[in-house]
């Protein structure tokens, strides 16, 4: 009987609190996080720390914690990043690092406004699952089951591949995470989505409609071993000061197939602030469908640029 209800409690954890994934609603911070070929491709490096909480009136909602590191090398011809994430969900837990190096092939001159290119990026990291077991059954257990431990925790190590073609503003990504299969003693393998076969493609532009006035409608695709997939279609709207701080909107409209309570739309807002070396976002989206009670996903997002300041050029009376 505490078995069956051992695996009925973690099937309910994974699905009706919707999938925590990671990264992928936190890319337009951090770009790099769903991309190996954007580590250093900016041309400056920063480290980013974020933070996500999800179902924020449900106890021991969804929440996740990354920190990420990139900058370029070689004159901006290779990039190195580095990512620590922990991700919890009631009681399972899934954390590990990523390390990544990245190529840049730059095809016009670099001192072009909007250069043109194409980036290639391979990294490699290493995934731990974990459930905590006194969670679900308490204390005094004497079933086997519960007091074996690879029942509970399991590490193995993943590779991921990106590519990105960039020219004049425009710019489009391919990239594809967890390209080796292992079993997971935690998870059944149709529920083991943090390390499912993942697919993401990235596409943006970007226009200069007024001076010290940018737009970039952007659009993102997620899509799964499992069917799972995800759509992100966003317009960012950026004002960048003459001594090169800036602050910026983003409506975005999203649609799912894995959120359960929250139903498969939502809408929301980026708000994010830039003045060297530091800069500030926030987050938030509320759902369209399904069980309109819930109120919506936070992030916050702090970055420290790790390059100098860039030079603004003088503006002309």
């Known amino acids: 009987m505490r078995i069956s209800i051992f695996f009925l409690m973690q099937i309910w954890f994974i699905t009706s609190y919707g999938q925590n994934f990671l990264f992928q609603n936190q890319s337009f911070f951090k770009p790099y996080l769903t991309n190996p070929a954007l580590?250093?491709?900016?041309?400056?490096?920063?480290?980013?720390?974020?933070?996500?909480?999800?179902?924020?009136?449900?106890?021991?909602?969804?929440?996740?914690?990354?920190?990420?590191?990139?900058?370029?090398?070689?004159?901006?011809?290779?990039?190195?990043?580095?990512?620590?994430?922990?991700?919890?969900?009631?009681?399972?837990?899934?954390?590990?690092?990523?390390?990544?190096?990245?190529?840049?092939?730059?095809t016009t001159k670099k001192d072009e406004e909007k250069p043109s290119g194409f980036s290639f990026g391979l990294s490699a990291n290493m995934n731990q699952f974990s459930m905590d077991r006194q969670y679900l059954i308490g204390e005094g257990s004497d079933d086997d089951i519960f007091n074996d431990d690879t029942k509970f925790n399991d590490i193995s190590p993943n590779v991921n591949v990106g590519f990105n073609f960039f020219s004049h503003g425009f710019n489009l990504g391919v990239s594809v995470y967890n390209l080796m299969s292992w079993e997971n003693t935690v998870y059944r393998e149709e529920n083991d989505l943090q390390r499912a076969f993942t697919v993401f493609i990235s596409t943006g532009m970007e226009w200069k409609v007024k001076e010290n006035w940018l737009i970039r409608p952007a659009m993102l695709i997620r899509t799964q071993k499992n069917a799972d997939f995800q759509l992100d279609i966003m317009s960012e709207i950026r004002y960048i000061s003459n001594n090169g701080s800036s602050f910026s909107l983003t409506p975005f409209s999203r649609s799912f197939t894995y959120r359960t309570i929250s139903g498969n739309q939502s809408v929301g807002l980026n708000a994010l602030i830039s003045k060297h070396p530091f800069s500030l976002g926030y987050q938030f989206d509320f759902p369209v469908s399904g069980n309109n009670a819930y109120v919506g996903d936070h992030i916050f997002f702090i970055a420290y640029q790790l390059s100098a300041k860039p030079k603004v050029a003088n503006k002309k009376s």
């Open 39 to 106: 580590a250093g491709s900016q041309g400056n490096g920063n480290v980013g720390v974020i933070y996500k909480k999800q179902l924020v009136d449900f106890e021991n909602s969804p929440n996740s914690q990354a920190i990420s590191i990139d900058y370029p090398f070689l004159r901006n011809t290779t990039g190195l990043g580095f990512n620590f994430f922990k991700d919890e969900n009631g009681p399972s837990s899934f954390m590990g690092f990523e390390s990544t190096f990245a190529y840049h092939i730059l």
